[in-house]
């Protein structure tokens, strides 16, 4: 009996993974979104150390899609040209917001609204090179390199 309702069980998870995972290439592959809105969140890795020490090289950050809330402080995910930059929020003027990675020594060029994903909402520490071995990117994310820099990855 326990075995069966395991079986079930993980038949059920695998219809679902497949069901995300056919979600997510509809959004990057059909409708050439830049990144995969699921119940209002996404998901990044970041490949530079511009955030370092507050996020690292190999980092996951969890998105909240929603440019309502945001605040000088935060952490946020923008578009700029083809890249997709994670960075903290330094100054909020008229409509235009200012960021600036926690390492480097001079503030980007203000960015609108319009270009903000969302705010950083958790940080996942190395996510691809965790030291149990096990690679959760490779596992259970699709990559989507089409629209990306060198700055962020991107998973869904």
Not at 16 to 33: D, F, N, P, S
Not at 116 to 125: E, F, L, Q
């Amino acid at each position: 009996m326990l075995k069966k309702i395991i079986e079930i069980v993980l038949n059920i998870l695998i219809i679902i993974t497949i069901i995300l995972v056919i979600y997510a290439l509809i959004q990057i592959k059909v409708l050439k979104k830049d990144y995969i809105n699921l119940f209002n969140f996404t998901a990044f890795e970041v490949i530079t150390g511009s955030m370092s020490p507050t996020i690292e090289i190999g980092d996951m950050v969890v998105v909240e899609i929603d440019k309502s809330q945001i605040n000088v402080g935060d952490i946020i995910v923008f578009k700029e040209q083809n890249s997709i930059i994670t960075h903290r929020v330094t100054e909020i003027k008229d409509k235009n917001i200012i960021t600036k990675g926690d390492a480097n020594n001079a503030k980007d060029k203000p960015i609108k609204e319009e270009y903000i994903i969302g705010k950083v909402i958790k940080t996942i520490p190395k996510i691809r090179n965790n030291k149990k071995g096990f690679n959760i990117s490779s596992s259970f994310y699709i990559n989507n390199y089409n629209n990306i820099s060198d700055k962020t990855y991107f998973y869904a």
